[in-house]
């Protein structure tokens, strides 16, 4: 089977899933792409001009959200492969990145698509 990711349009507020279930949503881990800016600190001689803060794009699986941090997983564990996770919801989210939510520009929620 192939897949593949289309973007839905989005704002701060995120976009409900589209499935019919608010159940089913709240179980199922969302696609997302984080944009998001990180710190730079240079110690030569830059002018100011020179030195901006990086921009990024991470994709992963939305964990939580709240006003202080964005979590995302990089591997969802459907199974509990490693038997460690027993009193976890599934799936069990790994490969953690936790962003200050002050250096997060952008949130599109994705949606995979099944192409077969």
Excluded at 57 to 66: E, H, P, Q, T
């Amino acid at each position: 089977m192939a897949a593949g990711i289309s973007g839905v349009a989005t704002n701060d507020l995120g976009v409900d899933n589209p499935r019919t279930s608010k159940d089913a949503q709240e179980k199922e881990k969302r696609l997302v792409e984080i944009t998001w800016k990180d710190i730079i600190q240079c110690s030569g001689w830059e002018k100011v001009g020179d030195v901006n803060a990086p921009k990024f794009i991470s994709v992963g699986w939305l964990i939580s959200r709240d006003a202080e941090q964005i979590k995302i997983a990089s591997t969802l564990d459907y199974d509990d492969a490693f038997d460690d996770a027993k009193d976890e919801a599934k799936p069990v989210p790994y490969g953690i990145t936790a962003f200050p939510a002050g250096c997060v520009s952008g949130i599109k929620f994705l949606q995979l698509v099944d192409t077969t």
